[in-house]
């Protein structure tokens, strides 16, 4: 009990926690002595502002839990926010062809949506068919391919530009979708809601059934995995096709997020927020490891550094992006470095004793 | 490059030498699509050559520079950003006064992307972190530098900020009737190519590439490789900044965004091993062309908007990637039929 | 003696916690082959490592050429020209063969390497010990006895004196070991000194003129090869005697639980039959890349079959996965278990458990008390030594890993159970325990289907034995009286066979 105790305490959630504390004092106190200095008339970083700002911050949510799975294997998937915006793309043009074809609105939009995540999942099911039948090829590489492919898709349904619906009340229902709701005095966004619920199934699955077990088994050692009865082809092209089906949810919010307007060049870059995310909660390009609660926490650390960043220090966009990078290699550098030290005193420790 | 080729003595039909050499299916493929752009384009050759050259030739630069990086089983998706970064430090300091020549400029852009570069080495070698979680990062940062005040801020670099023996320099100075940006990617190709395959450092290369371990035994330090490799690929980076400036004449926060794709890619299709240990310049040359033409070829095709250009590029690139791995498949099965059991 | 090349005296060294030699002495005369036995953690690699300076001894003297020496570091001792050629030759399979040789020594023009030259002298050399090899072919695409020749010619490119060959013959068919003994022996002829480390008393007996055994660290003895015999060498290994090795229980046959028919796997094998009964032990063994393993592989649905049936309890079956097989009651212990067996940094309950965790779940979820509860009634019943079952699979060692596949492999429960070179890299005391589970098995009337180069083990264990040779079933005999020579016969082809002896009458 008490060794499992240690463990817990010592474990990567725990001290993703204890940055997360430690960056909420630190910001708390630089909100503190801004309105000291008059800089500011209130405090600007409370719990109620914080989960509201969360938003835009919690869009890639989804598609963060789809790499998460793709990264327990040992594969990575770059197509991420190709997909997206793929799927995207094809909720809006699947709604105008629907609206000027005479379907009445509300069944319009919700075919829309099912096909945008029909969509995004056929763009995972692709990858994952490519993943399994090309074991020669990398799924960087394969993804890296299928990314520009899938991109290539979404300006040709678009012709370029950006599709909009203006004043369109049944669209716009999907903007309801970033909106907030009001639990014990506090606005909760909807879509961070909606994330904590699927982390949930998520975290079970993953966690707790016999089949994450074995999605950690075949990114520990793929071969002995097989040979062990775990059908390694399937889990590939389930999870595949799961990481597309959770991009195109997560295309879903962000063009309720984005009053409704849809451009074949949006969410550049979520694949990257996505993957630095999951990395930060533990997870590992080379496989077999990483949590749900890792990468839950991770989530909300990544926006409240970046909303710290910006309304308390003025930082830019860029400086974000920056924090990003550096959060990035410092989550793995600084266990290794530990690990490293760790090692090295052990060994000068023994060495001591045995020589006395 | 004998050396580098497995010797099989049986085979000796067309499909073999196809599947051992790996550059002569992407000369077919580069031939192949020559001519069909040709038919519908007339003179495209004549009139477009010296496009594809040059257009392909930042390209090339810095796949010559990720070569060395794949060999030793690593990557860097930070080439793009680097290459940012570099025009955007050195035209800053043209700018500001502080350079006005040529080879100053070359200088800076080769010294800041060797410090990415090393940065990124040192920190897989002795901060053991994953390749593509290091580059994946330095992306980020190396972009989130370019906006900053003490850089470019909000402004870009443009024509007016540019020298005019700069401007001059790399498409308007020629030899032979190529224009100096060709000659510097010929330059760089050449010399990382002969490094790779003459010196012994290059060969060190290939040796961490094929068995780390071994080469910590045989005295050949594992991390000091891996910083050389990961520094020649960010100076490369570097002087693709450089390039870029001479060739487009402006720099800003989102220049190159997503080019180390291409990069990667050329590598690839030239029959590089992302496992390591295994490739050459040749074949890394041909893969760099191919995506020139194609980058060249497909807007003056006329199919459609320019946006279909990116559709039929990914679609081009994985269908030949597949190709490769296909005919490698059919090579392998006839291979297994002629055994004598 | 005057031709007394090296000599090491009263070597100890500590490692955190461990004593890993203590007062080991070893000498070795010019044009000499000098046998180190011992068991797995001996202390034999531990030592060698001393030799070749990758280790630092806390006490004790190198003496060469009886000149004390200070092997500070690995290039010390290359320079007094000692070198090792380990197991898993190759050192670098993607360079060529004269890469390989000349790797950090190539002949250069300035600062650029001179091809030319480098591949002429690799040529030079390896004909100097007859290997038909070029220099310009990639290590990798070389089968491993070739590789093997390439890091002895790298050695001798360096003027080695010395030559340590760890396990050289572990990888090795017959066939390919005589090569290499042949080799082996015009090397000694030219007086280089050579110590063999061998798992293999064959090995020790045809070519080692003296032996010195390792115990737990410690030294137990020298022999001359004439004074000692395969018993005496055991018992000085283990320090007692086994009296039952082999603890093959006798059973009675029932009913036929695997019948292959002209199976073929293209490339690989061709028209193979075979059967296993209820309580039968049947080996099928051969030279190694004679389609052994791809037989197993291919009835355990890791592999398909191009043509040729499969029977299970006498029901034509198609297995396309492992999984599949494992539902229909076959089960492989694979041949390399730390890549192909265990899951190294997961604990030994989880390793058990992964191909049923079917039966360890309560609804979807895993229930860790069944888990626990499966996991050590399997490390009771085959006698795995860790402190528990939670303890991770790279701790153990080899024999205590293998048993962990085996298992894994019984969780299932089986009706079949294929095991891929069970003792390969195994200590003496964990094979007789492996023995000793298989026969049990076959007892409770398990049919077992055991691919083994060992000759001692095929002919001791098995009730029937096939012999493959270059992808055909080349014999079938029942196992009483058979000699290791009728099994040679069948399994060495013919025309390389006698290509062969006529190479060995040149050499000797």
């Known amino acids: 009990m008490k060794q499992r105790l240690k463990r817990i305490l010592l474990s990567w959630e725990a001290m993703l926690i204890v940055v997360f504390a430690i960056v909420c004092v630190a910001f708390n106190q630089q909100d503190a002595s801004r309105q000291a200095a008059g800089l500011s008339k209130k405090d600007v970083f409370n719990l109620a502002s914080v989960i509201k700002s969360m938003r835009p911050y919690m869009l890639y949510s989804f598609m963060t839990l789809g790499i998460a799975l793709i990264l327990a294997m040992g594969d990575i998937d770059i197509s991420a926010g190709a997909s997206a915006a793929l799927s995207a793309a094809m909720l809006g043009i699947l709604y105008k062809t629907m609206m000027d074809a005479g379907v009445p609105s509300g069944l319009s939009l919700a075919l829309a949506l099912v096909g945008c995540v029909a969509t995004g999942t056929l763009c995972g099911a692709a990858n994952g068919f490519l993943v399994i039948r090309f074991k020669e090829l990398f799924p960087m590489i394969i993804t890296l391919t299928t990314q520009l492919f899938f991109r290539g898709v979404a300006f040709l349904l678009l012709g370029g530009g950006t599709l909009t619906f203006k004043n369109d009340k049944t669209f716009d229902l999907l903007k309801t979708l970033y909106n907030t709701v009001t639990i014990g005095g506090i606005s909760i966004p909807i879509v961070i809601i909606v994330f904590l619920a699927f982390a949930a199934v998520f975290y079970v699955w993953l966690h707790l059934t016999a089949n994450g077990r074995r999605i950690f088994a075949l990114g520990t050692n793929s071969k002995a995995a097989y040979l062990s009865g775990v059908r390694t082809d399937k889990i590939k092209f389930t999870m595949f096709t799961i990481c597309g089906l959770l991009s195109s949810v997560t295309a879903v919010f962000f063009v309720g997020a984005t009053s409704s307007s849809i451009r074949a060049d949006s969410m550049v870059g979520y694949e990257m927020y996505a993957i630095a995310a999951a990395v930060l909660g533990g997870f590992s390009t080379s496989g077999g490891k990483g949590s749900i609660v890792g990468v839950v926490i991770s989530l909300f650390l990544f926006g409240v550094i970046k909303i710290g960043l910006g309304t308390l220090y003025g930082f830019a966009d860029s400086m974000v992006n920056m924090s990003v990078g550096v959060i990035l290699i410092l989550s793995t550098l600084l266990p290794n470095v530990a690990a490293q030290i760790n090692a090295a005193g052990r060994v000068r420790k023994r060495r001591a004793s045995s020589l006395v | 490059m004998t050396a580098q080729a497995p010797v099989k003595r049986k085979a000796s039909s067309f499909a073999a030498l196809l599947i051992q050499r790996r550059e002569v299916l992407l000369l077919l493929v580069l031939v192949a699509l020559l001519s069909a752009v040709s038919v519908r384009v007339r003179g495209y050759i004549p009139n477009n050559w010296l496009n594809i050259l040059k257009g392909g030739s930042i390209n090339m630069v810095m796949a010559a520079g990720m070569l060395p990086v794949l060999l030793i089983g690593s990557i860097d998706i930070s080439v793009a950003s680097t290459l940012a970064l570099s025009g955007a430090v050195s035209g800053m300091l043209m700018r500001d006064g502080y350079i006005a020549t040529v080879p100053g400029m070359i200088l800076v852009g080769l010294g800041v992307g060797a410090v990415i570069g090393a940065l990124n080495g040192s920190l897989m070698a002795w901060g053991r972190v994953l390749p593509i979680i290091v580059t994946l990062g330095m992306s980020y940062i190396a972009r989130a530098l370019i906006p900053m005040d003490w850089l470019l801020g909000l402004n870009k670099i443009s024509r007016t900020n540019l020298t005019d023996s700069f401007k001059v320099f790399m498409l308007d100075n020629t030899f032979l009737r190529l224009p100096y940006l060709v000659w510097t990617a010929v330059i760089v190709t050449f010399v990382i190519g002969i490094f790779l395959r003459y010196t012994r450092v290059g060969r060190s290369i290939y040796a961490v590439g094929s068995n780390e371990s071994a080469a910590l035994v045989r005295g050949v330090s594992a991390n000091r490789v891996k910083l050389l490799a990961h520094t020649i690929c960010g100076a490369t980076a570097g002087l693709a900044g450089i390039l870029w400036l001479g060739y487009y004449n402006s720099v800003e926060k989102s220049t190159a965004t997503g080019d180390e794709m291409y990069v990667i890619a050329a590598c690839v299709l030239g029959g590089v091993s992302v496992t390591g240990g295994y490739g050459k310049i040749s074949g890394v040359v041909i893969g760099a062309v191919l995506i020139a033409v194609i980058n060249s070829a497909i807007p003056q095709l006329n199919i459609g908007n320019s946006m279909i250009t990116e559709f039929i590029k990914g679609l081009l690139l994985l269908a030949t990637i597949l190709l490769n791995v296909i005919l490698g498949w059919v090579m392998r099965k006839r291979e297994l039929a002629q055994r004598s059991i | ?508």
């Open chain 3, 1 to 508: 003696m005057s031709d007394k090349l090296l000599s090491m005296n009263r070597i100890t060294k500590i490692f955190p916690g461990v004593k890993a030699l203590s007062d080991v002495r070893f000498d070795l005369n010019k044009g000499e082959i000098h046998a180190l036995v011992g068991e797995n953690g001996a202390g034999k690699s531990t030592f060698i490592k001393v030799l070749a300076g990758v280790h630092q001894p806390d006490s004790g003297e190198i003496l060469l050429d009886g000149a004390q020496i200070i092997m500070k570091d690995p290039t010390t001792a290359q320079k007094h020209g000692i070198a090792a050629i380990h197991q898993h030759a190759a050192s670098y399979p993607d360079l060529s063969v004269a890469e390989n040789i000349f790797i950090g020594h190539e002949f250069m023009i300035g600062p650029f390497v001179n091809w030319r030259k480098t591949n002429s002298e690799a040529k030079k050399l390896l004909d100097s010990i007859g290997a038909d090899i070029q220099p310009q072919d990639i290590v990798g695409s070389l089968s491993v006895a070739r590789q093997q020749l390439v890091e002895i010619v790298k050695a001798l490119s360096q003027n080695a004196r010395i030559l340590i060959m760890d396990e050289p013959t572990a990888a090795l068919s017959k066939q390919e070991s005589e090569e290499l003994y042949a080799i082996a022996k015009n090397l000694r002829n030219r007086g280089v000194a050579i110590i063999l480390i061998s798992h293999r008393f064959e090995d020790i007996f045809d070519l080692a003129d003296r032996a010195t055994v390792l115990r737990d660290g410690g030294y137990v003895g020298t022999w001359s090869i004439d004074e000692i015999d395969t018993n005496k060498l055991v018992a000085a290994m283990v320090g007692r005697d086994i009296g039952h090795f082999f603890p093959k229980k006798q059973t009675q046959p029932g009913d036929e639980l695997l019948r292959i028919e002209n199976l073929s796997r293209t490339g690989f094998f061709r028209d193979v039959s075979l059967s296993v009964r209820a309580g039968e032990i049947v080996a099928l063994t051969g030279l190694v890349g004679a389609g052994r393993t791809e037989v197993a592989e291919t009835v355990f649905g890791a592999e398909q079959a191009s043509a040729g049936q499969i029977y299970i309890e006498g029901k034509p079956v198609q297995i396309h996965s492992p999984n599949e097989a494992m539902s229909l009651g076959v089960g492989l212990l694979p041949e390399d278990r730390q890549l192909q067996g265990l899951l190294m940094n997961w604990s030994i309950e989880r390793n058990i458990t992964l191909p049923t965790l079917k039966q360890c779940a309560r609804g979807a979820f895993v229930s860790s008390a069944k888990e626990y509860a499966m996991a050590d009634n399997l490390k009771t019943r085959l006698n795995i030594k860790a402190n528990d079952v939670k303890t991770n699979a790279e701790a153990l060692s080899g024999g205590n890993q293998q048993k962990v596949v085996v298992a894994k492999q019984l969780a299932v429960q089986p009706k079949i159970l294929i095991l891929d070179e069970p003792t390969k890299g195994v200590d003496v005391g964990s094979k007789a325990a492996i023995y000793e589970i298989m026969s049990n098995l076959a007892a409770q009337g398990m049919g077992i289907l055991m691919v083994s180069s060992e000759m001692p083990e095929v002919i001791n264990m098995a009730d029937r034995i096939y012999v493959m040779r270059e992808g055909r079933i080349s014999a079938h005999f029942s196992a009483k009286g058979i000699t290791q020579n009728q099994i040679l016969e069948a399994a060495v082809p013919l025309a390389k066979a006698a290509r062969n002896t006529a190479e060995r009458e040149v050499a000797s």
